[in-house]
């Protein structure tokens, strides 16, 4: 059986890893009510990441899913130093970014990169799409000043849009089309590793598919490494090569998308994939598979932090936290009863 650690990060899997998180926490502060204040009791905590450790491989895709408040985009975020880690590790190219300064930093920025999840927000109002990349392009000395134009052109062109849209500006742009200008200017500094934070939760429906296409082709063509953040499955499989579900902060199962979504071993996955929205008539009234509310992170439950809302939850959980354990393959579920969890799961269409 794996140690925890070796599980989560999916080593001896045989690919180059790119990145590597080790018992990574994020904390935020809590502002105090003027009460606590005149008792003059401690500031809390929230801890948003709880001792994160997994691995990211050269040329995937890891898709990270998982209700709305578990800590994603804060992962997200904190992988590239936009949120200092309270703990942990982030190797990254051979370098711990948990611990660099702002000047050894800036020298990576152009190696990893983020795209949003509000294109217009994201993207300076006052700016032109054509300055908003070159200021990229000038800053990180990508190409000569009089290549730069150029070089504007061929980007927007990568993620279809026309070199004309270069003098227009974000408030002019359809959402689809800002959130192209966000990745292409994520795209011009030629970055190894793109963290992409539901990046089309802002988007109608009919354009989420033709940006999902065009971040795939991409991710071909160019050979990129992403993290991809969504709380839609259905997105996450389209994109994914490999899957993890994060719920209040920890990871609770990882490994090959094909194998947790035709095997899931943790009970909260499995409500995942049941809250699904099918198409099907017969099919589309049905029991809540997830009953009850996200725990607060400042007040997280003993043992498992899943076990109020587990069907499966006895003593041992609400006792004692599980840990990240190999199941077989690249598959590793943080639950006790993983394995009759995952023997329980019917095939697709009949939990459908």
């Known amino acids: ?97 948990a611990n660099l300064g702002r000047g050894e930093l800036r020298s990576l920025r152009s ?42 052109a061929k980007l927007l062109d990568l993620v279809g849009l026309t070199g004309a849209m270069a003098g227009r500006y974000p408030a002019t742009l359809s959402g689809g089309q800002r959130q192209r200008v966000g990745l292409a200017r994520a795209l011009a500094v030629r970055p190894s590793f793109i963290v992409l934070d539901e990046p089309v939760a802002a988007l109608d429906v009919s354009i989420q598919a033709q940006i999902l296409n065009l971040l795939k082709d991409l991710s071909d063509e160019l050979g990129l490494t992403m993290l991809f953040i969504a709380h839609e499955l259905s997105v996450v499989r389209h994109m994914s090569t490999r899957l993890a579900v994060m719920y209040l902060g920890k990871i609770v199962e990882i490994g090959a998308a094909e194998a947790i979504f035709s095997g899931p071993s943790h009970p909260y996955t499995q409500g995942l994939m049941k809250s699904v929205p099918r198409l099907i008539p017969e099919r589309r009234h049905r029991e809540a598979v ?26 041992i959980c609400r006792d004692t ?32």
Request: charged share 20%.
């Open 1 to 97: 059986m794996m140690m925890a650690n070796d599980a989560a990060t999916g080593a001896g899997q045989g690919k180059e890893v790119v990145l590597t998180v080790d018992d990574l926490a994020v904390d935020f502060n809590v502002a105090r009510s003027l009460a606590q204040l005149l008792q003059g009791r401690a500031r809390q905590k929230l801890r948003a990441v709880d001792r994160v450790s997994f691995a990211v491989r050269r040329f995937e895709t890891l898709g990270l899913v998982g209700e709305s408040g578990c800590g994603k985009t804060t992962l997200g975020r904190a992988l590239l130093r936009l949120y200092r880690p309270s703990a942990g590790r982030i190797d990254f190219l051979g370098q711990d970014l």
């Open 290 to 315: 997830l009953k009850g509310d996200v725990p607060s992170p400042i007040n997280v439950p003993s043992g498992c932090r899943f076990h109020p809302r587990c069907p499966l939850a006895t003593d």
């Open 321 to 352: 936290e599980p840990v990240l354990t190999e199941l077989g393959g690249d598959h590793a579920s943080a639950c006790h009863f993983a394995e009759q969890a995952q023997a329980s799961w019917l095939p697709t269409g009949s939990n459908e």
């Open 111 to 152: 190696d990893m990169q983020m795209v949003f999840q509000d294109p217009y927000s994201s993207l300076n109002p006052r700016m032109t799409v054509g300055r908003t990349i070159g200021e990229v392009l000038k800053f990180h000395d990508i190409c000569q000043r009089g290549e730069i134009t150029a070089e504007i």
